[in-house]
T-cell receptor
């Protein structure tokens, strides 16, 4: 149980284009989902917390107009990187919290984004 | 300033030995602490959670301790195997609210046969 999927697993795009990443909880309902980014050999940095049916809460320094988050249902959250630039290249990971077990986050496999 | 420090970037041990990883934190008061395993190019996988009022937790070959006075958690893998080779992350939870979780940079463990 507690499986979280992400799609796509890898994406290469040109500078200036937008990229959408999907995060799904497959066998549980997730009232809260989280988006992280991770640079090589560095820790996961929380970008935003998204609650189903409401606006996402962004961490300090994360541009909400650049990283659009939509949590439309209890099993799906999307992150759209708008007008991507090479410095946005990173490993993006989502996680979901099972409403029954509030403390543990279950992570997706991650999406590797490369902006040329 | 607030910090989460994991003892070393990399730890190499021989198969069969016990691996001990350290997580120290400053200027945080977590309600709980979690350990995750992360393999290259993959998302973290939850291993263990320990709450602030618990001293020790065990799960199979894994043991976690939590000392809120020292502001430290130790993560032990007994009878280590090459398959245990991965990066291990500690995460502090409930720091600002129940949703909040802050991660350390991780320790890359290599178990040699």
């Amino acid at each position: 149980g507690a499986v979280v999927s992400q799609h796509p697993s890898r994406v290469i795009c040109k500078s200036g284009t937008s990229v959408k990443i999907e995060c799904r909880s497959l066998d549980f309902q997730a009232t809260t989902m989280f988006w992280y980014r991770q640079f090589p050999k560095q820790s996961l940095m929380l970008m935003a917390t998204s609650n189903e049916g409401s606006k996402a809460t962004y961490e300090q320094g994360v541009e909400k107009d650049k990283f659009l988050i939509n949590h439309a249902s209890l099993t799906l959250s999307t992150l759209t990187v708008t007008s991507a630039h090479p410095e946005d290249s990173s490993f993006y990971i989502c996680s979901a919290r099972d409403w029954r077990y509030q403390e543990t986050q279950y992570f997706g496999p991650g999406t590797r984004l490369l902006v040329l | 300033s607030q910090k989460i420090e994991q003892n070393s970037e990399a730890l190499n041990i021989q198969e069969g030995k016990t691996a001990t990883l350290t997580c120290n934190y400053t200027n945080y008061s977590p309600a709980y602490l979690q350990w995750y395993r992360q393999d290259p190019g993959r998302g973290p996988v939850f291993l263990l959670l320990i709450r602030e009022n618990e001293k020790e937790k065990r799960k199979e070959r894994l043991k976690v301790t939590f000392d809120t006075t020292l502001k430290q958690s130790l993560f032990h893998i007994t009878a280590s195997q090459p398959a245990d080779s991965a990066t291990y992350l500690c995460a502090l939870g409930g720091v600002y609210n129940n949703n909040d979780m802050r991660f350390g940079a991780g320790t890359r463990l290599t178990v040699k046969p």
